[in-house]
């Protein structure tokens, strides 16, 4: 993901379920969302840490304690080899079965969605997947690091959806990591509301009954 709180909006409530059920789930943040926040009395130098900090705890609120950060500058990312190469070393340090990343292709129905940075994030994951990480003489300073292929990809934030999660009964845990971002809400207490809104229309478009609460994804086989 391109920055911190990124993974909660879009795939908590499923994490939660997958560390529930005892799936080990790593967290790899390329920047450090400096350029986010609301408060102009918090020194800006100091934004990179706090929101690592909220990170974390985030993490720790849907079962997650692996959490990377591969400190790229907040706001310029762009798809270069020097971070395919880094998305690359570290799925082949956790050797995943599965990667959840942002969508490379713009939203058309959801501005928030395709901020530059997670088009650039999303395409960068997705050569990382395929064919970076999966080549053994994909960069000379991997070679080390034994190539791995990801058997499955889901993208959050994408237009077309194949994959609803009801995320109903993690739902509490999915706000409480959104709320550990603080330093990137004005006005928390109408985060709940806003994010019924959208997951249950998400809940809608699949068919489940009313009240329920989901999270979307375009999962496709990348073996
Ligand atoms: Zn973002």
């Known amino acids: ?86 998305i690359a070393r570290v799925i082949r340090e956790v050797r995943p079965q599965r990667v959840i990343c942002q969508s490379p292709q713009r939203n058309m129905l959801r501005i928030p969605a395709s901020h530059p940075d997670h088009l650039a994030a ?25 190539p791995w292929t990801v058997a499955e990809t889901w993208v959050q934030g994408y237009e077309k959806i194949n994959r609803y999660v009801d995320v109903t009964e993690t739902w509490d845990r999915k706000i409480a990591a959104l709320h550990a971002h603080a330093s990137q809400h004005p006005e928390p207490d109408g985060l709940d509301e806003r994010m019924r809104v959208w997951n249950g229309a998400n809940a809608a478009a699949a068919g489940m009954p009313a009240g329920r609460l989901a999270e979307a994804f375009w999962v496709f086989d990348t073996a």
């Open 1 to 86: 993901m391109a920055h911190p709180d990124d993974v909660d909006f879009g795939a908590a409530g499923t994490i939660a379920q997958w560390t529930d059920a005892g799936i080990e789930v790593s967290y790899c943040i390329i920047t450090d969302g400096d350029a986010g926040g609301f408060d102009p009395n918090v020194p800006r130098d100091e934004i990179g840490g706090i929101r690592r900090e909220e990170q974390r705890a985030a993490a720790k609120q849907v079962g997650v304690s692996d959490v990377r950060f591969l400190g790229y500058p907040d706001g310029r990312l762009a798809v270069t080899f020097e971070l395919r190469r880094d």
């Open 122 to 146: 999303g395409e960068a994951a997705l050569c990382a997947i395929y064919p970076d990480a999966r080549n053994p003489f994909a960069y000379a300073d991997l070679a080390d690091l034994p």
